[in-house]
């Protein structure tokens, strides 16, 4: 149970920081001509945010 409980978490989080970060215009500071960097970065920095909420809201699981 807790093991599909903390993939949940995680996938969530994954969700929330993607969609958090799809706000922002990476347009304006990247190179356009190449969007699929851009889109691989958006992508890192949405799996190294959700790692870390992860952590914190699984603390909550298991206490």
């Known amino acids: 149970m807790y ?3 903390s993939v ?3 996938i969530l989080s994954f969700a929330a920081s993607f969609y958090g970060l ?7 500071f990247c190179n356009v001509r190449k969007p699929a960097q851009v889109q691989t970065l958006l992508l890192c920095l949405s799996l190294a945010l959700a790692y870390p909420i992860a952590q914190f809201l699984m603390l909550f699981v298991v206490s």
């Open 3 to 5: 093991r599909i409980i």
């Open 8 to 10: 949940a978490v995680y």
């Open 22 to 28: 799809s706000s922002i215009q990476f347009e304006k």
